[in-house]
C-alpha cells in the first residue's frame, strides 16, 4: 500500500540525511522505526508526508506517487500542532471544514473521535487550557477524523512524562486493534516500538539505512503487562544491541 523505493535525501549544503532506503508497508501494518537522532527518521516521514521532497527513488502510496502532501496521509508530530485560536472540537473539524463537509456531519465525526481518545466534554476548551497528554489525543482524533490511508507520527509522545505516555500508547494500540489504521510511528523508545509495533524497522546512524526490520509476534489485543514477558525481553535485547552500536556510532564514538 506504501512503497518507499530507493529513497534517499541529501540537503542543499550536502547533508546526506537518508541513503537509498527501500520499505513496504501493507495495510494494517503499524510499523515502529528506532533509530539514533539524526538518522533520518523525520525526513523519511516527511518525505512521506509530501512535505520534503527525495533526492532520488519514489515514494507510491496505493500505487500513486506522492508529489505533496495529502489528506490520504495523516500527521501527528512530537510538538503540540493544534490551531491555537480554535477550540478542541474545531480544531478536529478542521480538515472535515476543509473537505466541505457540512457542519453536522463535520461535528458526529469528531465528537466520535474525541469520545475515542477520551476527551468528551472537553469540546469547547482551548489548547491552551489542556495538558500535554490532552494536546496530543486531541491531535490524534484529528488526524483520525479524517480518516487517512496512513498515520504518520513522528515521536508523538516524547515530550510526554513516563506514566502519560504509557497512558498514551495504550490508547493508541486499542484504537490500532479496533481500526486497524496502517501507522508509520517514529520512537527512540524501544519499549514503545516493541510495545505496539508489527514490525520494527532499526536504522543505522547518519547516513540512515534500514539496518534490520524485524516482526513482532506477539499477538493482539495487547496488555500492558506483555512488557514483562520474556518474549518481550528477549526482542528488547535484540533491539537494544543493534541500536545500541548506532547511537555509538552516531556519537562517534565507533569508526
Ligand atoms: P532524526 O529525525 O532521525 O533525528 P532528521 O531526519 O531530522 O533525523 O535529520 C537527519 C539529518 O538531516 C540530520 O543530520 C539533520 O541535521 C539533517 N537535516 C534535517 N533537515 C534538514 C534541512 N532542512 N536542511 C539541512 N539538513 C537537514
Ligand atoms: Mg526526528
Known amino acids: 500500500m506504501l512503497d518507499v523505493k ?5 540537503f542543499t549544503g550536502g547533508t546526506v540525511a537518508l541513503q537509498a532506503t527501500d520499505l513496504s508497508v501493507q495495510e494494517n501494518d503499524f510499523i515502529a522505526i528506532l533509530g539514533p537522532s539524526g538518522c533520518g527518521k523525520s525526513t523519511l ?20 506517487t506522492v508529489a505533496g502532501p495529502g489528506a490520504d496521509r495523516g500527521m501527528v508530530f512530537q510538538s503540540y500542532t493544534l490551531f491555537p485560536w480554535l477550540t478542541v472540537l474545531e480544531n478536529v473539524c478542521f480538515g472535515l471544514r476543509e473537505k466541505g463537509m ?27 487550557q489542556l495538558s500535554g497528554g490532552m494536546q496530543q489525543r486531541t491531535a490524534l482524533a484529528r488526524a483520525l477524523a479524517n480518516n487517512p490511508r ?14 502519560t505516555r504509557e497512558l498514551m500508547q495504550e490508547l493508541l494500540l486499542g484504537i490500532w ?9 517514529v520512537t527512540h523508545d524501544i519499549d514503545e516500538a516493541i510495545f505496539m509495533g508489527s514490525r520494527v524497522v532499526v536504522m543505522s546512524a ?12 506477539m499477538p493482539h489485543p495487547r496488555h500492558y503487562s506483555m512488557k514483562t514477558t520474556p518474549a518481550f525481553a528477549e526482542l528488547k535485547a535484540r533491539l537494544t544491541e543493534e541500536i545500541r552500536t548506532e547511537v555509538q556510532r552516531a556519537a562517534g564514538l565507533l569508526p
Open 177 to 185: 486493534e479496533d481500526e486497524r489504521k496502517t501507522v508509520l510511528f
Open 6 to 10: 530507493g529513497v534517499g535525501k541529501t
Open 102 to 128: 457540512p457542519l453536522a456531519q463535520q461535528r458526529e465525526i469528531a465528537q466520535r473521535f474525541l469520545a475515542k481518545v477520551g476527551l468528551k466534554g472537553f469540546e469547547k476548551h482551548y489548547p491552551k
Open 45 to 64: 516521514l516527511r518525505m512521506v508526508a509530501g512535505l520534503d521532497a527525495p533526492s532520488g527513488g519514489t515514494i507510491t502510496l496505493d500505487g500513486k
Open 150 to 163: 496512513i498515520l504518520l507520527m513522528d515521536e508523538p509522545f516524547g515530550a510526554l512524562d513516563h506514566q
Open 206 to 217: 547518519r547516513p540512515g539505512r534500514i539496518k534490520c526490520d524485524i516482526p513482532v509476534p
